[in-house]
């Protein structure tokens, strides 16, 4: 009990911020007593109904037993013979296949195919973006370890989109199958990657076919939602005018539909690889072989040396994937010319690969994790008491008192405050189901942990919205910060969340800060992105307005910018607060605690697999609930077009 | 004889289907029957999948088995970087045929050597270890008694840091590691929390700031290690153990046994692995030499594979008993 609970009651400020707009006194009367009753409760209370932790509680014990039974039966329970297995065999295979299909084409094959296939989707640009690409991973010496990833995130998305592009198109068109599907990719898109190993180490064990699995599931909800929402706008006139020419159904898909639809599926397809790319490196967690491994392992070594060269080689993959995929968006039917010049490069790298084998030429190679952790040793030394001290006051003013009050307060009282935040931002629908999602952790045997995951989700998106908020404000004020910025934010968001982990774990240690400070920068750059256009979005006329009744810039903005955009500043904060709960719980890696840390000791204890599966679905609930309280009041339907629509918010992923 | 290595794996995915085809499909159990993959014991280039378990003396022994492997005998190594748990599971899936350095796991052994059948003990690394917990020396100096599990409640303030909630912090390390820290500390009614540091690494780097710095710290860590060589560490005296007194999980309230650390390898690898499981079934060495090549690994900054060949250079007469005839 070293700081004072009360003064750091979390019940005001979030409170305050929900009001948003200002209007008329008697508007405050309710939220005060409010806040005055929360006080009032939690230290009447306080200690009371707390529900604490208990590594033996109830449901572990129960979903340990599940798994003991999985393995007993799983050469015996029809389900596992006729199924399970069968989809295990068959994601290996193909995964298998692939890999040996790169490692038979060696570096230089596969760099020549990747190039010809540059060259055939962005012409000579986007060619060299690849060549350049392999080389990096040559020359990082994880090629290898790249074509491992490669394989990995290929296999997933080949399965992805088979399954999902079909499923996409028909959901574009039946009405009804878009509504039972709706509500599913919400939670799929809600739900953080780390949630998702448990229950397949459940069913089809560890190794690669259930990273394929794993990550099949993941990045499909792009495919079916985005080709469904391209399929649904494809203009009514031009289907009415195929129908009254007599064509099949079938015949206006493929002719109509499809083609007009290309570019926007094209989409869905860049962001299923991204997607892939991003959970194919947390599925190393679960003994998936390539670049992740390298991250993982290095992240429990605290060896950035080790995991420097992968988390590179995984942002240049990220970068020349999404160039290709995005470059045949744009590009028509190539010519015969360019499918010439593409065969020629392949056909170079293929005949570069039988003169030099099939690595990447061993002296060519860089070796940089000597340099790389001698400069982080310098740099851990040198700024040893700044980092220190950030981290020991963020930790003793923000995280540590919060988590007092959130652990401290009966569960009821918790509960209360989020219904009441809830119905006055989202609705009364959005706010019951929110509360029952919290509540639901509760019989879990997590509700304990999920107040401490909730405390760095609250601290993380409170410094991710300060920040985004005034880097979108300041770049939607001036166009030549936004120039400067707009680089940065792209390759910030090509990036798997994975890399975040390895600057901040480099400079501060194992520790509750370090994954906030990961989060933090991870949901940094849509924040302000959305930010920046919803304030680029308001209205001239309506600024132009305020400037003839002579108000001053800042008054412009507060009076005028800011209030119109509100919308976008409100799904700013949905934004944030989903993605820095996905990382912070992937911080379970590297001592962000609670939830995450729970799942993490579940793949590497047996004991806790039950605490494991159960805190992945936890985190999950935490998920639907956090997104619920803050989703309504920007206005759903307007929302969801720009949230799960990349072309709009650039591109997201939620990790 | 990359080729060669696909055409395998091509015939026994093959198989595999094919088997499949009546009856369902089934997974892979390690057994010597099944027909994917085997380790060809005579010709070269036939592989050994060695798990890696996250610390560096496990790492040093991986090392020099696979350096004699590769170079003495021909194999293929696969070196996979798994949690000590995670690996067991690779046995029964073909993931894993060896484990180099197992500390205990009677559970484990249970599960997977008896009632499974997936697994075998292949005899001793010649390494004793021993879990404890530790403070530097110059604590022990300074407060009388700490070394004393009785009087660390009354010490417990001075391990206090912004991550404990107002306790004694016990920093531990990898989340794999083998622990009974938070039975002890309820059993033994402590007033401490486990901080989890996620790595050998970080453990190390507290050590060595403790010390230098004489920052008071209470951590979990092992022999064999190099670290005692390098900085002076005192050990917290549990009750003593006693056969048996931590069978049970969740009721330890002893000391950690003085484990002799042995190998396990998959039953298939045991009926087939040929000389490259007599190999590791004669791998035995000391903890001063493992602490040697754990040391060249960790700070003298070579990889895995230059420490163990300078060592293998260095030793041959060690090493040459070990070789199958």
Known sequence: ?655 | MRIGRSLRLLAGALTVALAAGCGGARVETGQATTPTSTPEPTSTGAVVRIAVNPWAGYEASAAVLSHLLEKKLGYTVERKNLAEQVSWEGFEKGDVDVIVENWGHEDLKKTFIQDRKVAVEAGSTGNKGVIGWYIPGWMAKEYPGITDYRNLNKYADLFRTSESGGKGQLLFGDPSYVSNEESLIRNLGLNLKVVVAGSEAALIESATQAQRQRKPLLFYFWTPHWLFDRIDLARITLPPHAEGCDADPKKVACDYAELDLDKIVSRRFAETGGRAYELVKNFSWTNEAQNAVANDITTNGMTPEAAAEKWIEANESVWSAWMPQ
Request: aromatic share 6%.
């Open chain 1, 1 to 655: 009990m070293t700081a004072s609970p009360v003064r750091t009651a979390p019940a005001p400020p979030v409170l305050s911020e929900s009001t948003g707009v200002p209007a008329v006194r008697d508007r405050w009367r309710t939220p005060a007593a409010a806040v005055v009753a929360t006080v009032a409760a939690y230290l009447l209370f306080r200690g009371s109904a707390t529900l604490p932790h208990d590594d033996e509680a109830a449901p572990f014990r129960l979903l340990g037993d599940l798994r003991e039974w999985v393995d007993a039966n799983r050469n015996a329970s029809p389900v596992f013979l006729f199924l399970v297995n069968y989809v295990r065999l068959f994601a290996g295979a193909v995964n298998d296949g692939l890999a040996l299909l790169l490692r038979e084409l060696g570096w230089a094959g596969t760099a020549g195919l990747a190039t010809g296939i540059g060259w055939l989707a962005g012409g000579p640009r986007t060619a060299a973006t690849a060549l350049a690409g392999f080389c990096a991973f040559g020359v990082l010496g994880v090629w290898p370890q790249s074509a491992d990833t490669l394989a990995l995130v290929l296999a997933s998305v080949l399965l992805s989109l088979l399954l999902g592009l079909p499923l996409g198109v028909w959901a574009g068109r039946s009405v009804r199958l878009r509504r039972l599907l709706d509500p599913v990719l919400d939670v799929m898109q809600i739900m953080p990657t780390f949630a998702y190993l448990a229950p397949m180490v459940l069913f089809f064990q560890i190794g690669p076919a259930a990273a394929v699995v794993a990550t099949t599931i993941y990045a499909i909800a792009p495919a079916i939602r985005i080709t469904a929402l391209a399929v649904e706008r494809v203009s009514p006139s031009a289907v009415e005018a195929s129908a009254s020419l007599g064509a099949t159904r079938w015949q206006t898909l493929r002719t109509v539909h499809l083609p007009l639809a290309r570019p926007t599926i094209a989409l869905a397809v860049g962001q299923t690889v991204m997607m892939a790319l991003s959970m194919v490196v947390i599925a190393a967690l679960i003994a998936a072989p390539g670049l992740g491994a390298g991250i993982v392992t290095g992240l429990s070594r605290a060896d950035v040396g080790l995991m420097l060269p992968s988390g590179v080689a995984l942002v240049v993959m990220a970068v020349v994937l999404d160039r290709i995929v995005t470059a045949s968006a744009r590009s028509a039917v190539p010519a015969r010319s360019t499918l010439v010049g593409a065969a020629a490069l392949t056909l170079c790298g293929v005949a570069a690969s039988g003169l030099l084998g099939n690595g990447f030429p061993p002296g060519w190679t860089l070796h940089l994790a000597g340099p790389v952790n001698e400069a982080v040793t310098w740099a851990k030394f040198s700024w040893y008491g700044v980092t220190d001290a950030v981290r020991n006051l963020t930790t003793e003013a923000l995280l540590n008192p919060l988590q007092e009050v959130l652990t401290g307060s009966p569960w009821w009282l918790v509960a209360g405050v989020a219904l009441a935040v809830a119905w006055r931002g989202a609705g009364p629908r959005n706010a019951v189901v929110a509360v029952c999602c919290l509540l639901a952790t509760a019989p879990l045997g997590l509700w304990q942990h999920t107040m401490e995951t909730l405390t760095t989700v609250l601290v993380g998106t409170a410094l991710a919205l300060a920040a985004g908020f005034t880097l979108g404000v300041a770049s939607a004020l001036s166009p030549r910060f936004s120039a400067a910025l707009r680089p940065l934010l792209d390759a910030a968001q090509t990036m798997p969340s994975f890399v975040y982990l390895l600057p901040a774990l480099a400079l501060f240690g194992a520790s509750r800060f370090t994954a906030v400070l990961a989060g933090v920068v991870y949901a940094l750059p849509p924040v302000a992105r959305l930010v920046q256009d919803g304030i680029g979005a308001v209205s001239p006329s309506a600024v132009e307005a305020a400037r003839s009744c002579g108000s001053t810039e800042w008054q412009v903005l507060w009076k005028v910018r800011l209030p119109l955009a509100r919308g976008a500043i409100l799904l700013a904060a949905n934004q944030g607060v989903v993605m820095t709960l996905a990382m912070v719980v992937v911080g379970g890696l590297v001592g962000g605690g609670g939830l995450g840390y729970d799942v993490v000791s579940g793949f590497a204890q047996r004991a806790d697999f039950g605490m494991g599966l159960a805190a992945g679905v936890a985190t999950v609930l935490v998920g639907i609930a956090l997104d619920r309280i803050t989703r309504g009041a920007a206005g759903r339907p307007a929302r969801k077009v720009s949230r799960r629509f990349p072309g709009k918010t650039g591109k997201k992923r939620i990790a």
